[in-house]
């Protein structure tokens, strides 16, 4: 089975960092993944880890360590556009991966 | 390219009616997904097809649920006879994912259905 847990909601202020954990067990791994959802509209992709370590992407880094199950979201210098749900998704793998998805993190960002 | 694109954007319908919801994946993508959004549930994947063919479809909750995709460039989801329960945010995604690699999946802007 997949168990994907991530907390329910965060709150920030503009220009603080906010590190948002998933941590999940599946049968299977071959990457993880975290997007970005507003209110209404559709996923986007932030980054994917599929070694263990940190991938940094301009604000946004993601960190992976396959042996505990976990992986971290890091946001820096919050904007107020960066309020939105951040959604943790593991791919299990085999010929073909499936995205299986946590039940996403609310963040709200505070002026 | 215009992205994922889906029809239509919403859709109310009455218990018991069939519904269709459309797709046209990013040309020259690969693997299309069918995934649920409810609050209860979050994002669920339904199926998913690679170059057409129908991979994995255990994430259909029922025998009411059909998906097809006759061509690369288009796919149906199709939900008869319709319940309220089935009342969720419809999104297919695309991808060029082949063999072992992954690469991000694209959603489309979503199909908001309501079955009252």
């Known amino acids: 089975g997949q168990n994907i847990d991530q907390p329910t909601e965060m709150t920030a202020t503009e220009g603080a960092i906010v590190q948002i954990n998933c941590t999940y067990q599946t049968s299977g791994f071959n990457g993880l993944f975290w997007y970005q959802q507003h209110a209404g509209e559709a996923p986007t992709f932030l980054s994917y880890n599929v070694l263990d370590g940190l991938e940094e992407k301009g604000r946004f880094s993601s960190f992976l360590s396959r042996s505990k199950g976990y992986s971290y979201l890091l946001l820096k210098e919050l904007q107020m556009k960066d309020s939105a749900s951040y959604l943790c998704a593991v791919n299990r793998g085999s010929t073909l991966g499936r995205l299986y998805f946590g039940r996403g993190t609310q963040l709200t960002v505070w002026p | 390219d215009a992205g994922v694109i889906q029809s239509p954007r919403h859709e109310v319908t009455e218990m018991g009616q069939e519904v269709t919801l459309r797709c046209k994946p990013i040309?020259?993508?690969?693997?299309l997904f069918w995934y649920r959004q409810t609050m209860m549930r979050g994002l669920e994947l339904l199926i998913y097809?690679?170059?057409?063919?129908?991979?994995?479809d255990s994430g259909m909750p029922e025998d009411r649920f059909s998906a097809k995709m006759p061509n690369a460039s288009f796919s149906t989801l199709k939900i008869q006879p319709s319940e309220p329960r089935d009342s969720a945010v419809y999104f297919c995604?695309?991808?060029?994912?082949?063999?072992?690699?992954?690469?991000?999946?694209?959603f489309g802007q979503g199909t908001r259905l309501t079955v009252v």
């Open positions: 995604a695309s991808s060029l994912g082949t063999g072992t690699e992954n690469t991000e999946a694209f």
């Open positions: 097809f690679n170059n057409n063919v129908p991979i994995d």
């Open positions: 040309s020259g993508h690969n693997s």
